[in-house]
C-alpha cells in the first residue's frame, strides 16, 4: 500500500506544483478606428486582463496591433492615448504594440513624408497579417 500512496502523493503535489506557477495567456487585441474611446477601451482590456490573471497567479503576453486609422493610436502627433501607453508598455511586461507597415507607408505617402511612430511601437509589414499570424500561435483574439 506504501508505493500507492506515495504515487498518489506524488501525483497530487506535481498538480499543486503546477497550479502554483500558473499558467501563461496570450492575447491579441485588434485596433482599427482612429477613436480614443476604442483605444481607451483596447487600453483598459490591456490593463483589465494583467489585473486578472496577476491575481489568478497567472502571466499574460498581450500584443495590441493597429492598423488602418487605428494606427493613429501609435502617432505621437495624433495619439490621445500616448501617455497611456507610454506607461503601460514600462508597468506591464508582456506587452507589446504592433504598427502595420502597410497602413504606415501610405499614411506616408499621402502626407508626402515620413510619419514617425512612437518608439514602443515595432513596425510589421501587415497589421492583418500579424493578427493571423498570433491566431496561429494560439493567441485569443480580442476587439474592443
Known amino acids: 500500500m ?7 502523493f506524488l ?3 506535481a498538480a499543486t506544483t503546477a ?5 501563461s495567456h496570450h492575447v491579441a ?3 482599427d478606428q482612429n477613436d480614443p474611446q476604442v483605444m481607451n477601451m483596447a487600453l483598459n482590456n490591456v490593463q483589465n486582463l ?6 489568478q497567479g497567472d502571466s499574460v503576453v498581450i500584443e495590441l496591433v493597429a492598423y488602418g486609422p487605428g494606427l493613429h493610436m501609435f502617432r505621437p502627433d495624433t495619439s490621445p492615448v500616448a501617455s497611456r501607453i507610454v506607461a ?3 508597468e506591464i511586461e508582456g506587452l507589446s504594440f504592433a504598427a502595420c507597415g502597410n497602413t504606415l ?3 506616408s505617402a499621402k502626407a508626402g ?3 514617425e511612430l512612437m518608439d514602443e511601437a515595432t513596425v510589421v509589414p501587415s497589421g492583418i497579417v500579424r493578427l493571423v499570424e498570433l491566431q496561429e500561435q494560439g493567441f485569443a483574439y480580442v476587439r474592443p
Open 2 to 8: 506504501k508505493p500507492i500512496l506515495t504515487a498518489a
Open 11 to 13: 501525483a497530487v503535489s
Open 19 to 23: 497550479l502554483a506557477e500558473g499558467q
Open 29 to 31: 487585441i485588434h485596433v
Open 50 to 55: 494583467k489585473n486578472y490573471y496577476d491575481s
Open 88 to 90: 503601460m508598455s514600462m
Open 105 to 107: 507607408q501610405g499614411m
Open 113 to 115: 513624408h515620413e510619419i
